[in-house]
């Protein structure tokens, strides 16, 4: 079986479980629970939240 990344949070998402959305252009998207769907629904970036795989943008010093 295939395993697949959750689009907010970047964690493995198990067969059989989880969300897959089909937007109008085409595009797949995956979320692992409904936390995920709510905070993307929301906007919320997930390099802005903690508990996410995904790395802050670096701040470089100018």
């Known amino acids: 079986m295939e ?9 493995e ?3 059989g479980s989880g969300v ?6 085409g595009e797949r998207v995956r979320f692992c629970s409904s936390k ?3 905070n ?3 906007g919320r970036p ?3 939240v ?4 995904v790395e802050p943008e670096s701040e470089e010093d100018g």
């Open 50 to 53: 903690e508990w996410t795989e």
């Open 46 to 48: 997930a390099r802005d």
């Open 13 to 15: 998402i198990e067969p």
């Open 20 to 25: 897959l959305l089909v937007r109008n252009d």
């Open 3 to 11: 395993t697949h990344d959750c689009t907010y949070c970047g964690s």
């Open 40 to 42: 993307a629904d929301l």
């Open 36 to 38: 995920c769907q709510k």
